[in-house]
Protein backbone atom coordinates (compact mmCIF):
# COMPACT_ATOMS: atom_id res chain seq x y z
CA UNK A 1 0.00 0.00 0.00
CA UNK A 2 0.85 3.67 -0.66
CA UNK A 3 1.89 5.54 2.60
CA UNK A 4 2.16 8.95 2.88
CA UNK A 5 5.34 9.95 5.21
CA UNK A 6 6.40 13.04 6.93
CA UNK A 7 8.34 15.34 5.21
CA UNK A 8 11.94 15.90 6.49
CA UNK A 9 14.17 19.32 6.19
CA UNK A 10 14.85 20.35 3.41
CA UNK A 11 19.12 19.71 3.12
CA UNK A 12 20.27 16.57 3.75
CA UNK A 13 21.40 15.96 7.56
CA UNK A 14 25.31 16.59 7.43
CA UNK A 15 24.42 20.59 5.65
CA UNK A 16 25.63 19.52 2.29
CA UNK A 17 23.98 19.24 -0.87
CA UNK A 18 21.07 17.52 -1.54
CA UNK A 19 21.51 14.90 -4.29
CA UNK A 20 18.77 13.09 -6.26
CA UNK A 21 19.14 10.37 -8.16
CA UNK A 22 16.13 9.34 -10.10
CA UNK A 23 15.89 6.05 -11.16
CA UNK A 24 13.77 3.40 -13.12
CA UNK A 25 12.55 1.21 -15.36
CA UNK A 26 13.52 2.38 -19.23
CA UNK A 27 10.73 4.98 -20.49
CA UNK A 28 9.09 4.63 -17.13
CA UNK A 29 9.59 9.14 -17.01
CA UNK A 30 13.17 9.60 -15.31
CA UNK A 31 14.10 12.28 -17.60
CA UNK A 32 11.05 14.24 -17.59
CA UNK A 33 10.78 14.01 -13.78
CA UNK A 34 14.16 14.87 -13.50
CA UNK A 35 14.06 18.09 -15.52
CA UNK A 36 10.88 18.75 -13.36
CA UNK A 37 13.07 18.25 -10.05
CA UNK A 38 15.46 20.67 -11.61
CA UNK A 39 12.75 23.09 -12.51
CA UNK A 40 11.31 22.82 -9.50
CA UNK A 41 14.48 23.74 -7.27
CA UNK A 42 15.35 26.31 -9.70
CA UNK A 43 12.58 28.29 -8.41
CA UNK A 44 14.87 29.98 -5.69
CA UNK A 45 17.25 31.97 -7.86
CA UNK A 46 19.68 31.37 -4.81
CA UNK A 47 19.80 28.01 -5.55
CA UNK A 48 22.74 26.30 -7.45
CA UNK A 49 21.58 23.45 -8.69
CA UNK A 50 23.50 21.00 -10.70
CA UNK A 51 22.13 18.43 -13.30
CA UNK A 52 23.86 15.81 -14.22
CA UNK A 53 23.22 13.50 -17.18
CA UNK A 54 24.65 9.88 -16.29
CA UNK A 55 22.57 8.14 -19.39
CA UNK A 56 24.12 7.33 -22.24
CA UNK A 57 21.23 8.06 -24.31
CA UNK A 58 21.65 11.78 -22.83
CA UNK A 59 18.10 13.00 -23.17
CA UNK A 60 18.48 15.32 -20.01
CA UNK A 61 20.19 18.09 -21.72
CA UNK A 62 17.26 18.41 -24.89
CA UNK A 63 14.79 18.27 -21.58
CA UNK A 64 17.19 21.25 -20.22
CA UNK A 65 17.38 22.57 -23.75
CA UNK A 66 21.11 22.66 -22.84
CA UNK A 67 23.58 22.12 -25.79
CA UNK A 68 26.24 19.41 -24.45
CA UNK A 69 29.54 20.23 -26.65
CA UNK A 70 31.98 17.43 -24.42
CA UNK A 71 31.13 14.93 -21.51
CA UNK A 72 33.05 13.85 -19.01
CA UNK A 73 33.45 10.31 -21.07
CA UNK A 74 35.17 12.50 -23.98
CA UNK A 75 37.56 14.01 -21.31
CA UNK A 76 38.28 10.33 -19.85
CA UNK A 77 39.09 8.51 -23.79
CA UNK A 78 41.48 12.27 -24.30
CA UNK A 79 43.50 10.85 -21.38
CA UNK A 80 43.44 7.45 -21.91
CA UNK A 81 44.32 7.85 -25.32
CA UNK A 82 47.27 10.21 -24.44
CA UNK A 83 48.95 7.98 -22.14
CA UNK A 84 48.19 4.77 -24.64
CA UNK A 85 50.37 6.69 -27.63
CA UNK A 86 52.54 8.80 -24.93
CA UNK A 87 51.66 11.96 -26.56
CA UNK A 88 50.65 13.33 -23.67
CA UNK A 89 53.47 14.08 -21.69
CA UNK A 90 53.66 13.80 -17.53
CA UNK A 91 50.81 11.16 -16.75
CA UNK A 92 50.94 12.79 -13.45
CA UNK A 93 50.58 16.03 -14.97
CA UNK A 94 47.72 15.01 -17.10
CA UNK A 95 46.06 13.78 -14.28
CA UNK A 96 46.32 17.36 -12.72
CA UNK A 97 44.45 18.73 -15.13
CA UNK A 98 41.67 16.75 -15.23
CA UNK A 99 39.88 18.57 -12.94
CA UNK A 100 40.31 21.57 -15.55
CA UNK A 101 38.90 19.61 -17.91
CA UNK A 102 35.51 18.07 -16.39
CA UNK A 103 35.04 22.49 -15.42
CA UNK A 104 35.36 22.60 -18.94
CA UNK A 105 32.81 20.46 -19.11
CA UNK A 106 29.81 21.70 -17.54
CA UNK A 107 28.04 24.45 -19.37
CA UNK A 108 25.77 26.76 -17.13
CA UNK A 109 22.57 29.11 -17.43
CA UNK A 110 21.56 30.98 -14.69
CA UNK A 111 21.99 28.94 -11.77
CA UNK A 112 21.45 25.59 -13.56
CA UNK A 113 24.89 23.99 -14.41
CA UNK A 114 24.79 21.22 -16.46
CA UNK A 115 26.97 18.04 -16.91
CA UNK A 116 26.81 14.98 -19.34
CA UNK A 117 29.06 11.74 -18.13
CA UNK A 118 28.67 9.92 -21.79
CA UNK A 119 28.75 6.80 -23.02
CA UNK A 120 29.63 3.81 -20.69
CA UNK A 121 33.32 3.00 -20.53
CA UNK A 122 35.66 1.17 -22.61
CA UNK A 123 37.06 -2.23 -22.28
CA UNK A 124 39.88 -2.32 -19.89
CA UNK A 125 40.80 -1.17 -16.52
CA UNK A 126 41.25 2.46 -16.05
CA UNK A 127 40.61 2.26 -12.43
CA UNK A 128 42.97 5.58 -11.41
CA UNK A 129 41.17 7.48 -13.89
CA UNK A 130 37.68 6.15 -12.93
CA UNK A 131 38.21 7.08 -9.06
CA UNK A 132 39.46 10.49 -9.98
CA UNK A 133 36.79 11.23 -11.99
CA UNK A 134 34.30 10.32 -9.54
CA UNK A 135 36.32 12.48 -7.00
CA UNK A 136 36.16 15.78 -9.37
CA UNK A 137 32.56 15.18 -9.53
CA UNK A 138 31.87 14.35 -5.78
CA UNK A 139 34.44 17.76 -5.08
CA UNK A 140 31.98 19.86 -7.88
CA UNK A 141 29.06 19.11 -6.58
CA UNK A 142 29.76 20.17 -3.06
CA UNK A 143 29.79 23.69 -4.42
CA UNK A 144 26.39 23.49 -5.50
CA UNK A 145 22.97 23.80 -3.11
CA UNK A 146 21.33 20.28 -4.78
CA UNK A 147 22.45 17.77 -7.33
CA UNK A 148 20.12 15.84 -9.59
CA UNK A 149 21.11 12.46 -11.43
CA UNK A 150 19.06 11.33 -14.74
CA UNK A 151 20.09 7.73 -14.21
CA UNK A 152 20.41 5.25 -16.84
CA UNK A 153 18.29 2.38 -14.82
CA UNK A 154 20.01 1.19 -11.63
CA UNK A 155 21.73 2.88 -9.00
CA UNK A 156 25.08 1.03 -9.18
CA UNK A 157 26.14 3.03 -12.63
CA UNK A 158 25.47 5.87 -10.62
CA UNK A 159 27.75 4.86 -8.00
CA UNK A 160 30.06 3.43 -9.98
CA UNK A 161 30.50 6.20 -12.99
CA UNK A 162 29.08 9.57 -11.25
CA UNK A 163 29.17 9.59 -7.13
CA UNK A 164 29.47 7.23 -4.20
CA UNK A 165 27.26 9.27 -2.56
CA UNK A 166 23.27 9.95 -3.26
CA UNK A 167 20.92 11.54 -0.66
CA UNK A 168 17.67 10.86 -2.13
CA UNK A 169 16.97 7.81 -4.07
CA UNK A 170 13.85 8.29 -6.10
CA UNK A 171 12.92 6.02 -7.99
CA UNK A 172 10.17 5.97 -11.08
CA UNK A 173 8.06 4.13 -12.19
CA UNK A 174 4.36 3.98 -14.56
CA UNK A 175 1.72 1.51 -13.92
CA UNK A 176 3.82 -1.40 -15.22
CA UNK A 177 4.06 -4.51 -12.90
CA UNK A 178 7.28 -4.66 -14.76
CA UNK A 179 8.10 -1.16 -13.54
CA UNK A 180 7.34 -1.41 -10.11
CA UNK A 181 9.49 -4.86 -10.16
CA UNK A 182 12.32 -2.70 -11.64
CA UNK A 183 11.56 0.17 -8.87
CA UNK A 184 11.94 -2.34 -6.17
CA UNK A 185 14.72 -4.15 -7.97
CA UNK A 186 16.68 -0.93 -7.55
CA UNK A 187 15.93 0.01 -3.86
CA UNK A 188 17.00 -3.70 -2.79
CA UNK A 189 20.30 -3.07 -4.74
CA UNK A 190 20.64 -0.09 -3.51
CA UNK A 191 20.40 -0.46 0.15
CA UNK A 192 22.98 -3.25 -0.24
CA UNK A 193 25.67 -1.52 -2.75
CA UNK A 194 24.82 2.66 -2.14
CA UNK A 195 25.16 5.17 0.72
CA UNK A 196 21.84 6.94 0.53
CA UNK A 197 19.83 8.83 3.24
CA UNK A 198 15.95 8.04 1.71
CA UNK A 199 14.67 6.29 -1.19
CA UNK A 200 11.29 7.10 -2.66
CA UNK A 201 8.96 5.65 -5.31
CA UNK A 202 7.31 8.28 -7.54
CA UNK A 203 4.20 6.74 -10.08
CA UNK A 204 3.97 8.52 -13.33
CA UNK A 205 1.71 8.33 -15.95
CA UNK A 206 -1.68 7.28 -13.54
CA UNK A 207 -5.08 8.12 -14.24
CA UNK A 208 -6.08 9.00 -10.82
CA UNK A 209 -6.64 7.46 -6.80
CA UNK A 210 -8.52 4.43 -8.67
CA UNK A 211 -5.66 3.18 -11.09
CA UNK A 212 -3.43 4.06 -8.00
CA UNK A 213 -5.27 1.83 -5.71
CA UNK A 214 -4.90 -1.03 -7.58
CA UNK A 215 -1.45 -1.20 -8.02
CA UNK A 216 0.70 -3.76 -6.27
CA UNK A 217 2.93 -1.20 -4.66
CA UNK A 218 5.61 -2.89 -2.43
CA UNK A 219 5.65 -2.05 1.24
CA UNK A 220 9.41 -1.34 1.28
CA UNK A 221 9.11 1.36 -0.90
CA UNK A 222 7.98 4.81 0.33
CA UNK A 223 4.98 6.05 -1.73
CA UNK A 224 5.96 9.79 -2.60
CA UNK A 225 3.02 10.43 -4.92
CA UNK A 226 1.91 9.79 -8.59
CA UNK A 227 2.09 12.16 -11.89
CA UNK A 228 -0.75 12.84 -14.10
CA UNK A 229 -0.49 12.17 -17.99
CA UNK A 230 0.31 15.25 -18.91
CA UNK A 231 -0.06 16.52 -22.63
CA UNK A 232 2.87 19.41 -21.83
CA UNK A 233 4.90 16.55 -20.92
CA UNK A 234 3.82 13.98 -24.12
CA UNK A 235 4.34 16.88 -26.45
CA UNK A 236 7.88 18.47 -25.28
CA UNK A 237 8.76 14.47 -25.90
CA UNK A 238 7.69 13.84 -29.54
CA UNK A 239 9.38 17.50 -30.00
CA UNK A 240 12.42 17.14 -28.29
CA UNK A 241 11.39 20.29 -26.11
CA UNK A 242 12.77 22.20 -22.79
CA UNK A 243 11.08 21.18 -19.81
CA UNK A 244 12.25 23.90 -17.86
CA UNK A 245 9.04 25.59 -19.86
CA UNK A 246 6.29 23.89 -18.48
CA UNK A 247 3.26 25.43 -17.32
CA UNK A 248 2.49 25.30 -13.65
CA UNK A 249 0.08 22.90 -12.38
CA UNK A 250 -0.23 19.23 -13.29
CA UNK A 251 2.63 17.11 -13.88
CA UNK A 252 5.02 20.25 -12.69
CA UNK A 253 3.12 20.67 -9.30
CA UNK A 254 2.50 17.12 -8.85
CA UNK A 255 6.44 16.99 -8.82
CA UNK A 256 6.90 19.05 -6.35
CA UNK A 257 4.58 17.15 -3.92
CA UNK A 258 6.68 14.35 -4.04
CA UNK A 259 9.75 16.58 -3.55
CA UNK A 260 8.38 18.00 -0.21
CA UNK A 261 7.21 14.68 1.27
CA UNK A 262 10.61 13.38 0.32
CA UNK A 263 11.81 16.52 2.56
CA UNK A 264 13.07 18.69 -0.37
CA UNK A 265 11.36 21.98 -0.03
CA UNK A 266 11.19 24.11 -2.96
CA UNK A 267 10.23 27.26 -3.54
CA UNK A 268 7.10 27.08 -5.25
CA UNK A 269 4.00 25.59 -3.11
CA UNK A 270 2.84 22.06 -3.76
CA UNK A 271 -0.66 21.12 -4.87
CA UNK A 272 0.35 17.47 -5.60
CA UNK A 273 -2.47 14.71 -5.45
CA UNK A 274 -1.61 12.77 -2.42
CA UNK A 275 -1.53 8.84 -2.29
CA UNK A 276 -3.46 7.56 -0.09
CA UNK A 277 -3.31 4.18 1.08
N1 LIG B 1 3.48 12.15 -17.12
C1 LIG B 1 3.69 12.11 -18.45
N2 LIG B 1 2.75 12.53 -19.29
C2 LIG B 1 2.92 12.48 -20.63
N3 LIG B 1 4.02 11.99 -21.21
C3 LIG B 1 5.01 11.53 -20.42
C4 LIG B 1 4.90 11.59 -19.00
N4 LIG B 1 6.06 11.08 -18.47
C5 LIG B 1 6.83 10.74 -19.52
N5 LIG B 1 6.22 11.01 -20.69
C6 LIG B 1 6.73 10.76 -22.04
O1 LIG B 1 7.18 9.41 -22.09
C7 LIG B 1 8.38 9.30 -22.82
C8 LIG B 1 9.45 8.66 -21.92
O2 LIG B 1 9.71 9.57 -20.85
P1 LIG B 1 11.19 9.85 -20.36
O3 LIG B 1 12.09 10.09 -21.52
O4 LIG B 1 11.10 10.86 -19.31
O5 LIG B 1 11.50 8.42 -19.74
P2 LIG B 1 12.92 7.80 -19.36
O6 LIG B 1 12.67 6.88 -18.21
O7 LIG B 1 13.92 8.88 -19.16
O8 LIG B 1 13.26 6.99 -20.67
P3 LIG B 1 14.67 6.32 -21.06
O9 LIG B 1 14.77 5.07 -20.24
O10 LIG B 1 14.52 6.06 -22.52
O11 LIG B 1 15.75 7.32 -20.72
C9 LIG B 1 8.74 10.71 -23.28
O12 LIG B 1 8.32 10.87 -24.59
C10 LIG B 1 7.96 11.61 -22.34
O13 LIG B 1 7.60 12.82 -22.96
MG1 LIG C 1 15.83 9.19 -20.02
Not at 116 to 127: F, L, N, T, V
Not at 158 to 186: C, F, P, Q, W, Y
Not at 225 to 253: H, I, M, N, S
Not at 265 to 270: E, G, I, L
Request: with cysteine; aromatic share 4%; charged share 25%.
Amino acid sequence: MCEVTTALPSESEDGRPVIVAVCGKGGAGKTSVSAAVVRALLQDPAHRVLAIDADPAAGLASALGVEVTRTVDDVRSDLIRQVESGSGGDTKEMLSKLDYQVFEAISERGNLAFLAIGRPEKEGCYCQVNDLLRDIIATLAESFDAVVIDGEAGVEQINRRVMERVTHLLAVSDASARGITVAKAIRDVAQSAVRYERAGLVLNRIRGEEELSKLPIPEELECLGWLPEDEAVRKAGLEGGCLLDLPEGGFVDAVSGCLSRFGIHTATPAVAPEPTS
